[in-house]
């Protein structure tokens, strides 16, 4: 984020808030049957902010085998690690990044009407996992609201319409339906017909998306957790996607709610709390006790309140304890999701949070910043929990500089010259056609440290086959690899010192690519010939010295070009809701709603673009204006729709005019040279001119 937001962020709560006027982009929940009926909603400044923006990854059906919820449960809902649109200044903000071990999310929060901030959507669904929100009733407030909902027939389903509505319109992928409250017996039948018809709804407008039912309401109306499926709530679930089996059960439940089930067993999501409140096997770092029972019995599993971790400062440190405690779901049920599986695949490794921002090695901002959106596809890096001091730790850092984004994998230990390191970074299912494959990869290392990649294949028959791309290879990898590429070295004008950019191409066609590791070892030493003839050649070979190096980035693509980026006279772009107000000595503070889109109409295929802003000022002499001076390109932030608020941006005296740029960046992490992307130009004195 820049640094001109960070002093708002401390006090960005409005009060009272009107969502009809603009203001920095939030997301936040529905709090009444009345905002939900009137769609009043979408009459928000916020609404077109909160869209997301990232199709689903795969295919929209769920896998045919046991799956895992994550319902996330984090200190209630809408925080500031997440409510902040277009990101926060919260360095250490929550996030999950183990999404190969998830198949649905859950946003949860205790409000009506859960809508899930877009970027915990944008982020699941480049990693292929389906997001739903939650539509909650509890306590005599929810007892009310039901009697309105359930009313008639008519109502219930107008009310699920509308559910369906939000989810469509702001690209989400379906309900938890959580009723919390006892219900009349005459309100069954309008209860059933609104989860039928939510149901319906939203798998006529929503190809694969999910409705789940919360297992509370039974169907004679009491509130009565059976912490199973049985025949007092089967009827639910025979009319939507699956049921969220409430924690307390014991331990032949999962098997008695997979004979219910019958051929719907992976339906059914059997809770795990992860404080520990009531759940099998205790929750916290127990939770693999309740997994295990799972797996054996062949159902699916309900993780509730992950966030357990964060929320109770688990030793020695968040990045830690997170990474220790989902290595123990790994153990238990094993990696669930597989990329790359199309192409192009990207990855910086940015966790969604971290102290400064890089665009191509380039650093762009030294602001602490936190936005889930801008997550990179999430390496499988696996957990050591007692690394030996001669291991290599292997480590997603936030605070080394990074090549893109705001993270990076940090290799540093202790290595010996004939010695290597393997780290699991991706597992895999990409099939290779005729098309060979373009690979590009940033690395900045240390002394003699080098950094290679290792790619595993396997042919239609099950024929494996190994290639390794590392420069400087030695003959130490002749035996170990089928093949040994040395790519070449890419001349990068406006790199930082440290990053080398490598690249190559591979020709494979009829394998799939399973697996990518990272090799960690020595470019050939500079021996002392004195310390050969005194035979000290092998002591010198096989003591460990310090090992450092860097990956910045992933990317494989079947064209070698760059990205093919519409000229900045395609698009239009436009101010809205500009405002000047005073700063302090003569300068002025600017809000503006910039929004941009393509003059032919068709919609965009790119979800995110960088925003920057130059400040031109006015060059005088004698006390008369004589020309102007261009100031430096300042980055805003980065938006995932076509729009992007800029709030109190502070306007030094003398500035004459105010140039924004959005900066076009494709999914295989191109971004548009800056001097060719679109722009818009406003006058200091807030009259508009526009620039293509």
């Known amino acids: 984020m820049s640094s001109f937001n960070e002093t708002h962020y401390k006090k ?110 944008n982020t699941a669904h480049r990693h292929g996992v389906k997001v739903l929100g939650t539509f909650i009733t509890e306590f005599t407030e929810g007892r009310a609201i039901c009697s309105k909902l359930l009313s008639t027939k008519e109502s219930a389903q107008m009310y699920a319409e509308r559910l369906a509505e939000l989810a469509v319109a702001l690209g989400f992928d379906g309900w938890l339906i959580n009723m919390e409250v006892t219900l009349d017996l005459r309100q069954i039948s309008n209860l059933k017909a609104f989860l039928s018809h939510l149901t319906q709804t939203m798998h006529s407008s929503v190809p694969g998306s999910l409705v ?21 709530n089967k009827a639910f679930f025979d009319i939507c996607d699956g049921i969220f089996v409430n924690y307390s059960w014991e331990e032949d439940y999962p098997k008695k709610s ?96 971290g102290f400064h921002i890089s665009i191509e090695g380039k650093q762009v901002s030294s602001a602490p910043w936190s936005n889930i959106s801008c997550q990179g596809l999430q390496p499988f890096l696996e ?48 099939f290779l056609g005729e098309l060979p494959l373009y690979f590009t990869y940033s690395v900045k290392s240390e002394g003699d ?14 024929q494996k086959s190994s290639v390794l791309l590392a420069p400087k290879a030695t003959s130490q990898f002749s035996d170990k690899f089928c093949k040994t590429i040395a790519p070449r070295q890419v001349k990068h004008p ?23 590791h990272a090799l960690c070892y020595r470019s050939t030493p500079q021996r002392n010939d004195n310390a ?9 070979s096989s003591t460990p010295t310090e090992y450092y190096a860097v990956l910045g980035h992933i990317t494989i693509k079947t064209n070698k070009e760059n990205s093919d980026f519409p000229p900045s006279s395609s698009w239009v772009v436009e101010g809205q809701y500009i405002k000047w107000s005073s700063g302090p000595q003569d300068s002025k503070n600017l809000s503006i709603k910039i929004i941009w889109k393509l003059r032919d109409g068709s919609k965009p295929r790119f979800s995110t673009y960088n925003i920057y802003v130059e400040k031109t000022a006015k060059q005088v002499a004698g006390g008369n204006p004589v020309g102007s001076v261009e100031g430096n390109q300042e980055y805003l ?37 800056l001097d060719d992307s679109p722009s818009f130009q406003l006058d200091a004195g807030g009259q508009r001119n526009f620039l293509s």
């Open 383 to 430: 957990f050591r929990d007692d690394p030996t001091v001669d291991t290599i730790k292997v480590l997603v850092d936030n605070k080394e500089a990074s090549y893109n984004g705001g993270g990076n994998i940090t290799f540093k230990g202790k290595l010996a010259d004939n010695d290597t390191f393997t780290a699991r970074l991706f597992q895999g299912e990409l």
């Open 12 to 121: 960005l709560d409005p009060a009272p808030f009107d969502p009809s006027q603009p203001s920095i982009p939030i997301s936040y929940p529905l709090k009444t049957l009345e905002d939900l009926e009137s769609r009043a909603y979408f009459n928000s400044f916020h609404c077109p902010f909160n869209i997301s923006s990232v199709p689903l990854m795969k295919s929209s059906s769920l896998d045919d085998r046991p799956r895992i919820l994550v319902c996330h449960d984090m200190k209630g809902g809408y925080t500031d690690d997440d409510k902040w649109v277009q990101g926060g200044d919260k360095e250490s903000a929550y996030a999950i990044w183990h999404w190969y071990l998830i198949d649905v999310f859950v946003y949860f929060s205790h409000n009506l009407v859960t809508l899930p901030p877009p970027c915990w959507t």
């Open 258 to 353: 997979a004979a219910v089930a019958g051929d719907r067993q992976f339906d059914v999501y059997v809770g795990i709390d992860a404080f520990g409140r009531g759940t099998y096997g205790g929750g916290q770092w127990n939770t693999k006790v309740a997994l295990d029972v799972l797996k054996r019995d062949n159902v699916s599993a309900a993780i509730f309140a992950p966030g357990w971790i964060y929320e109770t400062d688990q030793p020695p440190d968040f990045q830690t304890a997170q990474n220790r405690w989902w290595s123990l779901v790994e153990k238990s049920w094993g990696i669930l999701k597989r990329y790359p599986k199309m192409l192009p695949f990207f990855s910086n490794f940015d966790q969604g949070h």
């Open 212 to 232: 789940i039912w919360y297992d509370g309401v039974t169907i004679t109306g009491s509130l009565n957790y059976q912490n199973q499926l049985n025949e007092k």
């Open 637 to 673: 932030g980065v938006a995932n729709v076509q729009a992007f608020y800029v709030s109190n941006l502070p306007i030094p005296s003398g500035t004459s005019s105010l140039k924004f740029t959005i900066q076009v960046c494709d999914t295989d992490g191109a971004c548009q040279e």
């Open 449 to 462: 440290s080098e950094l290679g990649i290792s790619l595993q294949f396997s042919s239609a028959t099950n």
């Open 532 to 540: 050969v003839s005194d035979g000290q050649d092998d002591k010198f």
């Open 494 to 516: 406006e790199l930082a010192p440290g990053w080398s950019i490598k690249d190559t191409s591979i020709d494979m066609n009829g394998y799939t690519l399973t697996e990518i």
